[in-house]
Structure formats: structure tokens, C-alpha cells
T-cell receptor, first 115, second 110 residues
Framework: GAVVSQHPSWVICKSGTSVKIECRSLDFQATTMFWYRQFPKQSLMLMAT?????????EQGVEKDKFLINHASLTLSTLTVTSAHPEDSSFYICSASTGINQPQHFGDGTRLSIL | GQNIDQPTEMTATEGAIVQINCTYQ??????LFWYQQHAGEAPTFLSY????GLEEKGRFSSFLSRSKGYSYLLLKELQMKDSASYLC???????????FGSGTQLTVLP
């Protein structure tokens, strides 16, 4: 149980393109999902907390207009990287848990490469 | 705020035992997680401690001392596939968002 699916797993695109990443909880409902970013040889950094039916909560330094988050249902959150540039190239990972103080389960991640 | 410290790298031999330490300073305590992350993959859950003491799960065990702000992950009978980054993480806030340590890269040698 507690499977999180993330799609796509790999994206390569030109600078200026917008990229949408989907995160789905397959066998449970998630009122809250989390989006992380990980640069090479660094740890995961929380970008934002995605709340079903309301606005996402962004961490300090993360531009909400650049990283658009939509959590329209209890099983789906999307992250759109708008007008992506090479410095946005990173490993983006989503997670969700079945409840407070339960482990977060991670999607397989999306490797984004902007040329 | 949250502050989590763990060693950057460790090396051990196949079949040995290794202990990965984590110290934390958190505003409020909601337990401590350990995750394993292989290169290029997402983290996988290993353990969650909220009470003091040792929790054993097969070859992996995790220990917590809340008074000392200290935890460790113990890996026994090391296998080559245990080479990975081990992340200590603390939840905080109403949504229990995770703050991760920098991760400890464990290399298991034959």
C-alpha cells in the first residue's frame, strides 16, 4: 500500500519551455502532498506543500509564479515549471503520507534537464 | 527552525556492522525518520522513531534519545546493495513537512 506515482520520469527540453510534472497517490487519498528538489550530491530541499483545494505553501526562496502547484483532487498534485531555464535542471520528487506522523512515501522522481 | 547533522561519508566492509549518527535540533518534536536513497532514485522509508529506545527491523535498527537530540541507524551484515545515501529527517509544522539532513553516503566494500 501507500504507492505514489510520478510522471514523467525524465524530461529534456529547450530553455523557455514550461514543464508539467504529475504526482498521484494510487491507493490512498492525500490532502497534502510535498514537492522537493534535489541537486547533484545534495540532500532534498522542500519546495512547497501542496494542499488539496487551496493554495500551496511555498518555502522561502521558492518563486510561486515560477513553480505553479495545483492540487485539484485528493489523489493528484501537479507542479509546473514555467519558462524553465538551465538553472532549473534538477531532480524533482513528490511525496505524500497517509496521515499525520505517518511516513512520507515518495514518487520515483522526475529528472529535468533544460538545454 | 530545524537543524539536522549527520556525517557526509562512511565506508565499511561487506558483512560488517555500521552505525550512522544523526543529531537534531528542532522546534517541537514529531519523531525522526530514516530514509535510504540509491543514486538517481527517490528515497525509500526505513524507520520512524518517536519514543526513546531501539527499534529493530531485520538487518536495520534505529535508535532515538530525545533528551540528547540524537538518533542512529544501525546496519548489520552489510551487503553491497546497502551502498546508498542514508537520510535523517524530522517532520515539523502542521503538515509535518520533512527537513532532511545532508545525507550520509555509505560505501560498502567487498
Amino acid at each position: 500500500g501507500a504507492v505514489v506515482s510520478q510522471h514523467p520520469s525524465w524530461v529534456i527540453c529547450k530553455s523557455g519551455t514550461s514543464v508539467k510534472i504529475e504526482c498521484r497517490s494510487l491507493d490512498f487519498q492525500a490532502t497534502t502532498m510535498f514537492w522537493y528538489r534535489q541537486f547533484p550530491k545534495q540532500s532534498l530541499m522542500l519546495m512547497a506543500t501542496s494542499n488539496e483545494g487551496s493554495k500551496a505553501t511555498y518555502e522561502q526562496g521558492v518563486e510561486k509564479d515560477k513553480f505553479l502547484i495545483n492540487h485539484a483532487s485528493l489523489t493528484l498534485s501537479t507542479l509546473t515549471v514555467t519558462s524553465a531555464h538551465p538553472e532549473d535542471s534538477s531532480f524533482y520528487i513528490c511525496s505524500a503520507s497517509t496521515g499525520i506522523n505517518q511516513p512520507q512515501h515518495f514518487g520515483d522522481g522526475t529528472r529535468l534537464s533544460i538545454l | 527552525g530545524q537543524n539536522i547533522d549527520q556525517p557526509t561519508e562512511m565506508t565499511a566492509t561487506e558483512g560488517a556492522i555500521v552505525q550512522i549518527n544523526c543529531t537534531y535540533q528542532t522546534s517541537g518534536f514529531n519523531g525522526l525518520f530514516w530514509y535510504q536513497q540509491h543514486a538517481g532514485e527517490a528515497p525509500t522509508f526505513l524507520s520512524y522513531n518517536v519514543l526513546d529506545g531501539l527499534e529493530e527491523k531485520g538487518r536495520f535498527s534505529s535508535f532515538l534519545s530525545r533528551s540528547k537530540g540524537y538518533s542512529y541507524l544501525l546496519l548489520k551484515e552489510l551487503q553491497m546493495k546497502d551502498s546508498a545515501s542514508y537520510l535523517c529527517a524530522a517532520p515539523s509544522g502542521s503538515a509535518r513537512q520533512l527537513t532532511f539532513g545532508s545525507g550520509t553516503q555509505l560505501t560498502v566494500l567487498p
